[in-house]
């Protein structure tokens, strides 16, 4: 990429969350995150270039020394740093303003610094993968959240080790209008090493709102989840793409029939990727991860519950999911446990303004990676224990937000598969690479509003389900929201370790 020589109509809008706008190149398999702010953050929207790129440079730091080391080399790529021309930033700015969607346009572009991080497109496999293949790529996008229930003593509500924060939080998110109705996805089946299509199907289908849903054919979104979308209409269409990567092409199967097929078959590829041991060679049986027992199981999934107690909960050692999981259970504290220690943090910055060995705004080097993974088990009273649980808390909550991506190609025998593992679900066969994006340090200073989110979420749920709840904290509450339906039926599939 030659930085003097860019033109917006090289590039294209191609996605955007909370924080981050992103455009993909039209041609080579590139990205560029821009930031975002909110058009009353005046004091942000102001940020310097110098500012801008610091903080993107932190944002690379603590991708490559911290979220790496813990997710594994293989998942996670963090890109660099770059300064454009501000003009292309500025026109870049304006052709994509008409894509975005409107639920996003409450934050602009940043238009001032001219800072950005360059990354590769995770929706197209290295080229390696497809080399012959006439095919392009297709990718999904999941966002699987918080996968366990807290077993901290210091949780005071029982609630909190029966049903998982997720399943808590699209009341809230239902009632106050972020979202138009629940999902039936909980992540705690995602992660319970049960494996059955279940959570699959919701996370590739629109009833996941944006926890999934996402796919891309060759860089192009050809799916995305929509609240008042048909669903079923959807899905016939998603499934006119993927036919001829999975149906023989003289197949007489049609209609609804053939849908199921086709995502029934995409499903066995998506669960191989996220459970796949990518550091065991393929002859060999995976170690497993046994997770503890008790926190597994969330009341209010939808999965049978019985199938869940009587399996053996265990993730394939080292794939994905157990790598994320093992991430976010660094938050063993709870936010109820982390307040009091949060505050030692402060009272410690109050004392000693001028230190900076806590690294609480990075940077984020091998020091805060020792901080975070050798933080003494007992509190001994240090600002160091309370400091380093600070940290496993932040790098936690990063873990409960990221995405996987997951590209998938069909590949003919003599491809070269390189890094890529190769499986074969059915006819064809398909490489495929999976990859964990957005991996940013959360701020030191969101933890007291951690703690205020977690007593609404709590609320909000107690309300809408237990109709005589007495209030946890004053907050006020409106719209109890809906309940979950449970008239979905599963399908449980035998997987076989590729
Ligand atoms: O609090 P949550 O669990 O709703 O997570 C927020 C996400 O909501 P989600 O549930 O994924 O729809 C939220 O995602 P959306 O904007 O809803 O796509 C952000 O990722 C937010 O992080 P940040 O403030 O941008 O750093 C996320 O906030 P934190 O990770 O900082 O809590
Ligand atoms: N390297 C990449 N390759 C391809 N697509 C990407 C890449 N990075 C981000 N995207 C796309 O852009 C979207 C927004 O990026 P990202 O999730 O990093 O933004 P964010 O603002 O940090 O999100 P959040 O709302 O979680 O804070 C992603 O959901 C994904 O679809």
Request: proline share 6%.
């Amino acid at each position: 990429m030659e930085l003097d020589k860019m033109d917006e109509n090289d590039w294209k809008y191609h996605g955007e969350g909370n924080k981050s706008l992103v455009v993909s190149h039209v041609q080579h398999a590139r990205v560029l995150r821009l930031l975002k702010y909110s058009t009353e953050d005046d004091e942000n929207s102001h940020k310097t270039t110098e500012q801008a790129f610091r903080h993107i440079q932190n944002i690379v730091d603590y991708s490559k020394n911290v979220m790496k080391p813990l997710l594994g080399e293989k998942f996670v790529h963090n890109g660099e740093a770059v300064k454009l021309p501000i003009d292309f930033v500025r026109q870049l700015s304006l052709k994509v303003q008409r894509e975005r969607p409107e639920s996003r346009c409450d934050k602009v572009m940043d238009t001032f610094s001219g800072c950005a991080l360059c990354l590769p497109n995770l929706t197209q496999l290295s080229s390696c993968c497809c080399f012959g293949q006439h095919r392009p790529p297709l990718c999904i996008e999941i966002k699987p959240k918080c996968g366990f229930l807290p077993s901290s003593r210091h949780v005071t509500k029982e609630i909190k080790s029966k049903v998982c924060r997720f399943c808590m939080h699209q009341h809230f998110k239902v009632t106050s209008g972020k979202w138009k109705r629940l999902s039936r996805y909980c992540p705690l089946d995602l992660f319970s090493g049960y494996v059955t299509t279940h959570p699959f199907w919701v996370l590739i289908t629109a009833e996941s709102h944006f926890n999934g849903g996402l796919k891309w054919k060759g860089g192009e979104c050809i799916y995305s989840c929509k609240d008042d979308a048909d669903v079923l209409q959807d899905l016939d269409e998603l499934a006119q793409h993927l036919r001829p990567y999975f149906l023989p092409s003289g197949s007489l199967i049609n209609g609804h029939q053939a849908s199921k097929v086709v995502l029934n078959e995409l499903i066995q590829v998506l669960m191989s990727a996220l459970l796949s041991s990518w550091d065991c060679p393929r002859t060999v049986e995976p170690r497993k991860t046994h997770l503890p027992e008790g926190r597994v199981t969330c009341e209010a999934s939808i999965l049978h519950r019985d199938l869940l107690w009587n399996g053996n909960h265990c993730l394939p050692k080292d794939c994905v999911l157990a790598k994320i999981l093992g991430t976010q259970m660094h938050d063993n504290l709870d936010i109820e446990g982390l307040n009091p220690l949060f505050r030692r943090v402060e009272q410690h910055l109050q004392d000693f303004p001028k230190e900076s060995r806590l690294q609480i705004d990075g940077p984020y080097d091998e020091s805060f990676l020792e901080k975070v993974q050798n933080c003494p088990a007992e509190d001994d009273g240090s600002i160091e224990y309370a400091v380093g649980k600070v940290h496993q808390y932040r790098v936690a909550m990063t873990a409960k937000d990221c995405s996987i991506m997951i590209a998938i190609a069909p590949c003919g025998e003599d491809d070269g598969l390189d890094q890529n593992l190769e499986i074969q679900p059915a006819k064809p066969r398909f490489s495929y690479s999976v990859s964990i994006l957005d991996l940013d340090p959360k701020p030191y200073d969101s933890i007291p509003h951690q703690s205020r989110l977690d007593a609404k979420i709590l609320n909000y749920y107690l309300r809408s389900t237990q109709p005589n709840h007495q209030e946890v904290d004053n907050l006020e509450l409106t719209n109890p929201g809906l309940f979950l339906g449970r008239d979905r039926e599963d399908c449980t599939l035998v997987f076989h370790p590729v």
